[in-house]
């Protein structure tokens, strides 16, 4: 029974390459060298003995049991060296075996790395080309052709991406953004590194501009009259405040395509025909880009001619109430492309002045400083600006001049309006007052006729009874009358 479990035993030991005996046993060797190494270099690895036992055989064991290189060594000398010319498939597990009487004895693994210099590096995106909407999300991946043991540096604009922030997420040999605004937009360039001690070998990536497209907003329709040849034009605008280039405009009138497109830049123009005081149809205008199709408000081709205008006059006020400016205002009620001018006392008033000022293109006039010098009657005239042979129509004068009146203040309005809602207050309660001792007055007279009528009464029946035949014993009653004074 005991010689089987030795048996066995010694099977188990001779299956794990730890020991071969055949007599008595040897210490464990020791196998040192780095545990890492570029490709096409050299390396060393020692093989040591803590005892010296002749002859002795080294044996560089890779892995499973290949060995790869063999040394006799019959005169003692350790540390026993191994030179290794390393190549791709040089990564693994080493030891050293020796054989000395009949023994064989291994050392523990030494786990060795090779380090591929990286090259090739190249950016991948997704999606591919890197052009997304606002809101959408992308994915580059930095690859390379060779290399191991990588590590790797991300640039934004020229600008390192040290680590995920919520503009990226960096993972690995990726880098992701879930969604994009125009601060993605950019240039991106991967560098990947691989570094062994003191020495480190990089390789770039050529740049990817990422496009980030913002979405098109829908767009607007104006249009101007000029005069060309024997007829007018309408110079026509189509025009989006937002978006990302390049966008196709298409005009439309009366829901019909007009035969020309264009497109480019966030603004298209078109030329169309017109005649003054016709209906030339309802026009709107179609953006268009890779994504979107938007249509801008309907907007009538019409030119209508001006009529005569009015004018009206506001006073402005200071905080404290005080008349200090004036604001005229010039309306008409038809006119599509109206032209303004004023004038003071029938005189043209001067675009420039120290007292006045025009905003609204001419359509309103600011009197900063109202004095004798600019007080007077002043006009608003109009007429077509694209007709430069057109006659002005000119409103009646309103008069405007300086004054010393001042409005009284918030408080002073408060003060009286108080007073007032008290005097009526008061005289109300004056009034019920007189009402009530009246009515009072009223009731006390009614009684005061009624005691006299009951007195008179009385005295009658006495001189009645006096006038009789003969007289007669009779039961007085007695009457009081309470009379309220």
Same mark, same amino acid.
């Given at each position: 029974?005991?010689?089987?479990?030795?048996?066995?035993?010694?099977?188990?030991?001779?299956?794990?390459?730890?020991?071969?005996?055949?007599?008595?046993?040897?210490?464990?060797?020791?196998?040192?060298?780095?545990?890492?190494?570029?490709?096409?270099?050299?390396?060393?690895?020692?093989?040591?003995?803590?005892?010296?036992?002749?002859?002795?055989?080294?044996?560089?064991?890779?892995?499973?049991?290949?060995?790869?290189?063999?040394?006799?060594?019959?005169?003692?000398?350790?540390?026993?060296?191994?030179?290794?010319?390393?190549?791709?498939?040089?990564?693994?597990?080493?030891?050293?075996?020796?054989?000395?009487?009949?023994?064989?004895?291994?050392?523990?693994?030494?786990?060795?790395?090779?380090?591929? *210099? @990286?090259?090739?590096?190249? $950016?991948?995106?997704?999606? +591919?080309? /890197? !052009?997304?909407? %606002? &809101?959408?999300?992308?994915?580059?991946?930095?690859?390379?052709?060779?290399?191991?043991?990588?590590?790797?540096?991300?640039?934004?604009?020229?600008?390192?991406?040290?680590?995920?922030?919520?503009?990226?997420?960096?993972?690995?040999?990726?880098?992701?953004?879930?969604?994009?605004?125009?601060?993605?937009?950019?240039?991106?360039?991967?560098?990947?590194?691989?570094?062994?001690?003191?020495?480190?070998?990089?390789?770039?990536?050529?740049?990817?501009?990422?496009?980030?497209?913002?979405?098109?907003?829908?767009?607007?329709?104006?249009?101007?009259?000029?005069?060309?040849?024997?007829?007018?034009?309408?110079?026509?605008?189509?025009?989006?405040?937002?978006?990302?280039? *390049? @966008?196709?405009?298409?005009? $439309?009138?009366?829901?019909? +395509?007009? /035969? !020309?497109?264009? %497109? &480019?830049?966030?603004?298209?123009?078109?030329?169309?025909?017109?005649?003054?005081?016709?209906?030339?149809?309802?026009?709107?205008?179609?953006?268009?880009?890779?994504?979107?199709?938007?249509?801008?408000?309907?907007?009538?081709?019409?030119?209508?001619?001006?009529?005569?205008?009015?004018?009206?006059?506001?006073?402005?006020?200071?905080?404290?109430?005080?008349?200090?400016?004036?604001?005229?205002?010039?309306?008409?009620?038809?006119?599509?492309?109206?032209?303004?001018?004023?004038?003071?006392?029938?005189?043209?008033?001067?675009?420039?002045?120290?007292?006045?000022?025009?905003?609204?293109?001419?359509?309103?006039?600011?009197?900063?400083?109202?004095?004798?010098?600019?007080?007077?009657?002043?006009?608003?005239?109009?007429?077509?600006?694209?007709?430069?042979?057109?006659?002005?129509?000119?409103?009646?004068?309103?008069?405007?001049?300086?004054?010393?009146?001042?409005?009284?203040?918030?408080?002073?309005?408060?003060?009286?309006?108080?007073?007032?809602?008290?005097?009526?207050?008061?005289?109300?309660?004056?009034?019920?007052?007189?009402?009530?001792?009246?009515?009072?007055?009223?009731?006390?007279?009614?009684?005061?006729?009624?005691?006299?009528?009951?007195?008179?009464?009385?005295?009658?029946?006495?001189?009645?009874?006096?006038?009789?035949?003969?007289?007669?014993?009779?039961?007085?009653?007695?009457?009081?009358?309470?009379?309220?004074?």
């Amino acid at each position: 029974m005991g010689e089987n479990l030795g048996f066995q035993l010694m099977s188990v030991l001779l299956l794990a390459g730890v020991i071969t005996k055949t007599g008595g046993s040897i210490s464990r060797p020791r196998l040192t060298g780095p545990s890492m190494a570029y490709v096409k270099s050299t390396v060393m690895f020692e093989c040591k003995l803590s005892e010296t036992l002749l002859p002795l055989t080294y044996e560089l064991v890779k892995d499973s049991g290949e060995v790869l290189q063999t040394t006799d060594d019959s005169q003692g000398v350790q540390p026993i060296i191994f030179s290794l010319r390393v190549n791709e498939k040089s990564e693994g597990q080493y030891y050293c075996r020796v054989r000395a009487r009949g023994q064989t004895i291994t050392s523990h693994a030494l786990n060795f790395e090779v380090v591929i *210099p @990286v090259r090739g590096t190249h $950016l991948v995106s997704n999606p +591919d080309p /890197p !052009v997304i909407y %606002e &809101g959408k999300g992308f994915t580059l991946s930095c690859r390379v052709s060779k290399g191991t043991h990588l590590a790797y540096i991300w640039y934004h604009n020229k600008h390192e991406v040290a680590s995920s922030s919520s503009l990226h997420h960096l993972s690995g040999n990726t880098l992701t953004v879930d969604r994009a605004t125009e601060r993605h937009a950019g240039y991106y360039v991967c560098t990947a590194t691989n570094k062994m001690g003191n020495f480190s070998r990089a390789s770039s990536s050529l740049q990817v501009n990422v496009v980030v497209k913002k979405y098109l907003s829908a767009p607007t329709l104006s249009f101007t009259l000029y005069h060309y040849g024997s007829g007018y034009h309408a110079n026509v605008s189509c025009r989006s405040e937002r978006g990302s280039p *390049p @966008v196709k405009f298409q005009l $439309l009138l009366d829901g019909k +395509d007009v /035969p !020309v497109q264009q %497109e &480019g830049s966030l603004e298209a123009w078109f030329t169309l025909p017109v005649n003054v005081g016709m209906d030339m149809g309802t026009l709107q205008c179609r953006a268009e880009t890779d994504f979107q199709q938007l249509l801008s408000d309907p907007k009538d081709l019409e030119v209508v001619p001006v009529r005569r205008p009015n004018v009206a006059v506001e006073y402005l006020q200071t905080a404290d109430y005080v008349v200090a400016a004036a604001l005229l205002q010039c309306s008409i009620n038809s006119g599509t492309f109206p032209l303004f001018s004023w004038t003071f006392n029938h005189s043209s008033l001067p675009s420039q002045g120290h007292s006045h000022a025009f905003t609204l293109h001419g359509k309103s006039l600011i009197l900063t400083d109202i004095n004798a010098g600019n007080s007077g009657y002043y006009s608003c005239r109009v007429r077509d600006s694209f007709n430069s042979n057109s006659s002005w129509l000119e409103s009646e004068g309103v008069l405007v001049e300086q004054t010393d009146f001042k409005m009284p203040s918030v408080a002073v309005i408060a003060v009286a309006f108080c007073c007032f809602l008290l005097a009526i207050i008061v005289g109300g309660a004056c009034c019920l007052l007189w009402s009530i001792k009246r009515d009072r007055n009223q009731d006390g007279g009614n009684n005061q006729d009624v005691v006299l009528q009951e007195q008179t009464n009385t005295e009658t029946d006495c001189t009645m009874v006096e006038t009789g035949s003969e007289p007669q014993a009779e039961e007085m009653d007695t009457v009081v009358v309470e009379v309220e004074v």
